[in-house]
């Protein structure tokens, strides 16, 4: 059961253009959402954060939104750069679990240069 | 600094053959691990997690199993690799006090 869904596995955006990343989640009690990028063959890294108590979290080129509402959340890059080309994964945390990781299945953004 | 090694970066194993995998933390203690399978064109998921030595929860059953010998060591093992169990498996943590998981370099395993 994916609880946290990614349903755009792939996306190209010209080299300055806005990215746009989506990713959607089914259980309201996630407390805390992390966006991962990752290159092949490495780990993916930390990318930025937001609790649920925030509805934007900025750093730099990267804002990530939350819509508890809707349960989605959204990373923007401005401007997207051909070193942004990489998959990007979203996740979320269950509280009192043992901080359990929920990962969503990644899309890949290709920035043309 | 907090780091996390994962060996070996590279496996290709015959069907049937065992498996492990081991994960060590350095610069934290008690920390969370887990172990992520990504397959081919899919996303993470979440295999097996660990709050402590000896404590193991898994998330998916299959062949695959984990254990938590020490407290800064993960291993992750099956006795009869299938081929579907071919993937990118990656080792993370994350510190008790903190809500960001570390990830290793990953093993590409591939069974043939």
């Known amino acids: 059961d994916q609880q946290v869904k990614q349903n755009s596995p792939s996306l190209s955006v010209q080299e300055g253009r806005i990215s746009i990343l989506n990713c959607d989640y089914t259980n309201s009690m996630f407390d805390y959402f992390l966006w991962y990028k990752k290159y092949p063959a490495e780990g993916p890294t930390f990318l930025i954060s937001?609790?649920?108590?925030?509805d934007k979290n900025e750093d730099g080129r990267f804002t990530v939104f939350l819509n508890k509402s809707a349960k989605h959340l959204s990373l923007h890059i401005v401007p997207s750069q051909p070193g942004d080309s990489a998959v990007y994964f979203c996740?979320?945390?269950?509280?009192?679990?043992?901080?359990?990781?929920?990962f969503g299945t990644g899309t890949s953004l290709t920035v043309i240069p | 600094s907090q780091t996390i090694h994962q060996w070996p970066a590279t496996l290709v194993q015959p069907v049937g053959s065992p498996l492990s995998l081991e994960c060590t933390v350095e610069g934290t203690s008690n920390p969370n691990l887990y172990w992520y399978r990504q397959a081919a064109g899919r996303g993470l998921q979440l295999l097996f997690y660990?709050?402590?030595?000896?404590?193991i929860s898994s998330e998916v059953p299959q062949n695959l199993s984990a254990s938590r010998p020490q407290d800064r060591q993960f291993i992750l093992s099956s006795k009869k690799l299938l081929l579907s169990d071919s993937g990118f498996y990656l080792c993370?943590?994350?510190?008790?006090?903190?809500?960001?998981?570390?990830f290793g370099q990953g093993t590409r395993l591939t069974v043939v």
């Open positions: 996740a979320a945390i269950l509280p009192y679990t043992g901080n359990q990781f929920y």
């Open positions: 937001i609790s649920s108590i925030k």
């Open positions: 993370a943590w994350v510190d008790r006090a903190a809500t960001e998981a570390f």
């Open positions: 660990s709050v402590g030595i000896g404590q």
